[in-house]
């Protein structure tokens, strides 16, 4: 049979079929199709969704910028001269080329490289070379009309110090996209909103972003993939824990009571699972003994969709930036922050614990290697089958870490609005 | 300490068509409007390698070519961004119909 250009086939995921036991399975072609990866970025980042993009505080001064994502568009998150943010699509309206090739500064306006076409902080455009042409010739046509060349607009929300962005112009507001119970727990893990920034870490992971939120949504492998919990006693068996999806798998939050009294040392049961010698030592024992700074001996970690994940492990606090790049790439950006009210010890505990985390973490290094090597199993057989029953094979929420409830609530409301 | 310097005569000059001049290290250009003249610097303080004299003249208004910064030709204020500053300003005098500045 002849197939010309004209009879171009069906976009291969659209004639994919989710598998029979939809709930509890997971097929692995969704993560190496480069045409539903394109379909995701459509439906999750550049859609009706919030996306994080900064910090206020990395944007103190009028005309201070920072680069960011919105899935696989660049942002720049700019504060403008009335003490406003403003996000615009780092891409110029005249022939696309990125405005803006410097991750941060302080400007007046931008100015492309290209053609040197020039915006204000709004992204208004303001001037453009030889608008009237030059010696007599060229120019643009004398119905050219600038104000409606200014680059893209997002839609921007701020609160305690977090700066969200969408492209969607049918988003709802922040307040209902997070839901109640995320948003109680944004206003818990950022306090008073006057956040200090502490540093970064950026890693590169070879492997699709759902493989690091499904990582980011899965208390089951903590005890297990992570010996470093086991062996200094950060996660023990007889904390109380709850995994709760919300809004239909949406958002998801993993919730764990401990005591600062006992971190640092081991149960009997928590002794019999460490796989590592017990007689590795710690040279600073600081970096396993958090302070309970909210004041409810809670460590909640929680997942907000699209791209963003709160971490708090102990007294390291930051967000993790998920950034899609391609199917099979995902940037993993992380902003470890604390208070500006942090007396120096504070300070110091912070910096400290943050070694368990980012690229090179005691712990965090785990989950980038496990997915860097998953991948390309994942990409060898696409019509493999993942199995998710851990918990049972509903999506409730539960009491327990050893569960998958929240993977397989974040794959419903993937289902639904994917159409899948 | 500051001259006078020669531009040229005021009937060899032409309305909208400025007369760039450079004394020393200063580019100023010199603009004919009705039987006045006036002088103001000529690089644009948004992009300082572009000069004002290769824009477009309206009236009393002088329009950068790059990104249409306007400024006043009698006073060399800046009228609207991108440009911010002012350019400075030169005093002019017309004897037997010679345009001088002062630089």
Partial sequence: MNTTVSEAPVSTWQARRWPQEREARIPAWIYSDPLLFQREMEVFHHGPTWNFVGLECEVPAAGAYKRSWVGTKSVLMVRDEEGGIQVLENRCAHRGAPICWENKGVVKDFTCPYHHWNYDLCGNLQGLPFLRGAMGKGGMPRDFRKDQHGLRRLRVATRRGLVWATFGDATPDLESYMGEEILALLDRTLGSGRLRLLGYNRQLLPCNWKLYLENSRDPYHATLLHSFFLTFGLLRTDTAFRAVPTLGGRHAIMASTYSAATAGTQNEVTKQLASLKTDFVLQDMDVVKPVDEFGDSSMINFSVLPSVFFQQHGNSLAIRHIIPKSESSTELSWTHYGFAEDDPAMHERRIKQANLMGPAGYVAVDDSEVLAQMQPVAESAPDSVQVVEMGGRDVAAQETMVTEALIRGFYAYYREKMGL | ?103
């Fill in chain 2, 1 to 103: 300490m500051s001259q006078w310097h020669r531009a040229a005569s005021l009937d060899e000059m032409q309305e909208g068509e400025p007369l760039a001049m450079q004394v020393g290290e200063v580019a100023l250009a010199v603009y004919k409007l009705g039987c006045e003249a006036h002088a103001i610097g000529d690089l644009c303080p948004h992009q300082k390698d572009v000069k004002l004299s290769d824009g477009f003249v309206d009236g009393d208004v002088v329009e950068c070519p790059m990104h249409q910064s306007c400024f006043d030709i009698r006073t060399g204020k800046v009228m609207g961004p991108p440009a911010r500053e002012d350019v400075p300003s030169y005093p002019v005098k017309i004897e037997d119909g010679v345009v001088y500045v002062e630089v």
